[in-house]
Each structure stands twice: as C-alpha cells, then as structure tokens.
C-alpha cells in the first residue's frame, strides 16, 4: 500500500493504491494552492563565495561580483570585464592584466610593490641620479637667507672669511627666474664670498609669490632657470619651486614641470631636486604626505629630495609635529640613496624664542635619525628658516632672528655637536 498525502491550505486529499504501487501512475495529480517551490534557477546564491564561482547563476550579465576579492580573480567577469574595479594596490593583484599597462594606481610606497614595473624607471630599473657630489666631512648645519654667511662656520664666532676657518655648513637663497638681473651676481660670487660652504637655491617665479608657479609655461620657466644656473657657479643645490601643494598645483601637474627642468638642467653642475611640500596641508590630494608620494611616484628621476619640517610651538615640547620621518618613509625604492635635504625648518605658529632648545632638539632628531641601522636616504642638511628676508614678505617676518643673539647661540651650541650625516 502506498499513501501520498498533500497538504494545501486546509484540504487533504488521500489516494489509497490496494492494487499495486504501478496503479498509481493513472492516479490524478495533487493540485496546489499556495506558492511552488523555488525552482534552482531561482534561489539566491552569493556569487561574492568562492564555493558558488562556478555556479552559472553566477556567471549571467545581472550578477555583480566584487573582483577586488582574491576568491574572485578568476571568475569570467572579473578577467574579461575591463570595466570592472579592482585593488591594484594589493599583491594578489600584481599579476592581473587590469593592473598592467592600463594606468592602473598602484601605491609605489608599499615594500610589496617596490619592484613592480609601474614603480620602477622605464628600462625596468631604478634610475641613477644625473649628478652626485662628494658630501664627505659636510654638517648638516645651516641657514635660509643670504647675509647669514658669519654663522656657517665650524666654531661660535668664527667667520666665513676667517684665515683657516672650514665653513663647511649649508647656505640658502631664493631666486626669482623672471627678475634675473636682480639676482646676477658674478660668476664666482657664491665661491668668493662662502668659500667651502654649500649652498642651496631655490628657484622661483617671484621671489615673493610661489603661487605663480602654477600657471608658467614649464620650457619657458625651465628655460631661464637653467639659463640663470650656467652663469652661476658654486651651487651644490637647485630646488625646483615651493610648496607646489598650497600653490595650485597638482602633484601630477608639478612632477611634469620638474622633469622638464631636470632634463635643462642635466649639464648644469649642482643636484637638481624637487620643491619641498608644505606640512600639513589637505588642500590637494587628501594630504600633504599623499602629495608627497604621488609627486615622486610622477617623477622620472632625481637627484635629490627636499623637505619641510616644522612645529607648532617654539619649545621642545611640540616636536611629535616635526614630522620629517612622513615623508622620509614614502620615498619610493626607485630613489633610494638620494639625499635628503630639510631647506625649511621652524617654529611655524610662533615667532622664534621660547625654550632654548629648540634648535638643539631639532638636530638631535635628525641626527638620530640618520644613524638609525636601515636608513638609506640620510639627511643632508637641516635649514633654520630664517635669517632676514629684508621685510620683503610680510608674513615671513615672524619668523626672521638675524636680531635675536639667542637663537644665534643655540645655532653655534647645536654646531659644537659636530653632527654629520
């Protein structure tokens, strides 16, 4: 005997077989007034699993899969939809031919991704520097502004032009490369009068106003800056601009017009390096940090790279915002070795003063710094900023100490440490 029971709503229908059980296929069928069971064709399934790839639910044009998830690298959509969206920042992704050759990001600052071939220069290696000199026996001591030569010496008073002294400090000045004969000195000027002092120049559209870098012409403004530098000797630096990142610029825009430069500047003796970021800033590109690495990234090659450092304060107490290792730790492989060179360093929201060991503290940290074991691109130099800009720029004027003995002192006591790279 067999029973077949259904149940639909409140009724029941019973069909009794007393024959045989093959009787039972002339019986009629149940009929149902509820819902029918889902068939397999339309059950939901999660096509983000891994175990339901190879489900054909999975594979229709209506399914979204999120191809950024490693489970889902090999799925059909996520290999030949171009449109679809992926991390190619991640290592599991490396390999994926979305990522390779389609102007993909990548962040070039990750060690998983150093030698990725979007990280690398164009032969697939890290490019060598244009241009290199011998640092040897250099401090990292020295000044922004010209006329602050008496204090890159080797001892508290002595002068630059002191029978036997060794100035070996840094030095540095702004040229403004659209008012070139304000600034032509004579050829060997810089060399005459800073005998071994290096010195550093930054090169501007106005020497007041570095938002005008934003809208040169980059073979024009390249043009006269190297133009400036063949007639200029004893330049160990040239610094491409300033603070691209408050100034409207791009970071894109910006790496663009520095290659134009180094390219000009590739016979000029002197390292060639990119402008210093503003701390701090979240005007472009979320951060100034992420400025900072996508400029580098966009950056062909280089010979060198500059920074700014500062503190909100004018004591020891504020130096967690002395924030150099930021940018120090997203230089990427392919510049690794370059030297690094700090040409802003100051107490940023008040005027110089307060403790006596700020400028102590400053050159301890970078010193620390630079004898930390896996360190490769040391600091070169630390730059007070500064000296006297001769009330030329209002705003800068809080930070001027050509008239303040103290800060002189510190400068002097900070120099008996003797600290070199």
């Known amino acids: 005997m067999f029973v077949y029971n259904q149940i639909a709503g409140k009724s029941a229908v019973y069909l009794i077989c007393l024959i045989s059980i093959s009787a039972c ?71 994926d031919s979305r990522c390779i050759n389609r102007g993909s990001t990548i962040d070039c600052t990750l060690a998983a991704n150093q030698n990725d071939s979007r990280c690398l220069g164009s032969a697939g290696t890290n490019p060598q520097p244009n241009k290199t000199f011998d640092m040897t026996g250099q401090t990292i001591y020295g000044v922004f ?26 030095l540095m000045d702004t040229v403004d490369v659209y008012n070139i004969e304000k600034y032509r000195p004579a050829k060997n000027f810089y060399v005459d009068t800073y005998g071994e002092a290096k010195i550093i120049i930054r090169l501007s559209p106005s020497e ?44 894109a825009s910006y790496a663009a017009l520095f290659n134009e430069c180094y390219k000009q500047f590739k016979d000029i003796p002197g390292l060639v390096i990119p402008a210093a970021i503003s701390p701090w800033d979240k005007e472009f590109e979320g951060s100034s940090e992420a400025y900072f690495a996508n400029m580098l990234s966009a950056i062909d090659n280089l010979d060198g790279i500059a920074v700014h450092s500062k503190t909100r304060c004018n004591n020891e107490t504020c130096f967690a915002d002395f924030d150099f290792r930021n940018y120090t730790s997203r230089i990427p492989a392919k510049f690794v070795g370059r030297p690094v060179f700090i040409t802003e360093a100051n107490p940023h929201d008040q005027r110089w003063g307060g403790s006596n060991n700020w400028i102590s503290t400053a050159y301890e940290l970078v010193n620390a710094y630079n004898h930390e074991a896996g360190v490769n691109n040391k600091i070169h130099a630390l730059i007070l900023f500064r000296w006297d800009n001769l009330n030329q720029v209002q705003e800068d004027s809080q930070w001027e100490f050509y008239m303040m003995d103290s800060i002189k002192t510190q400068f002097w006591d900070a120099w008996k440490k003797g600290y070199k790279p």
């Open 25 to 95: 296929k002339d019986a009629p069928k149940a009929s149902f007034s509820g819902n029918p069971p889902q068939s397999a064709e339309q059950s939901p399934v999660d096509c983000t699993l891994a175990q339901n790839q190879a489900d054909e639910r999975c594979h229709s044009s209506e399914v979204t899969v999120d191809c950024s998830l490693a489970q889902n690298q090999t799925n059909a959509k996520c290999i030949s939809d171009t449109g679809s969206t992926i991390d190619c920042s991640l290592l599991q992704n490396q390999g």
């Open 145 to 170: 502004d010209r006329g602050a030569e008496h204090l890159i010496s080797c001892s508290p008073g002595e002068s630059y032009n002191q029978p036997g002294a060794s100035c070996n400090g840094w």
């Open 208 to 251: 007041f106003h570095d938002s005008l870098l934003a809208g040169v012409n980059k073979e024009d403004f390249c043009s006269k800056a190297a133009a400036y530098a063949r007639e200029t000797y004893g330049i160990s630096v040239w610094v491409i601009g300033n603070e691209p990142n408050i100034n409207g610029m791009s970071s």
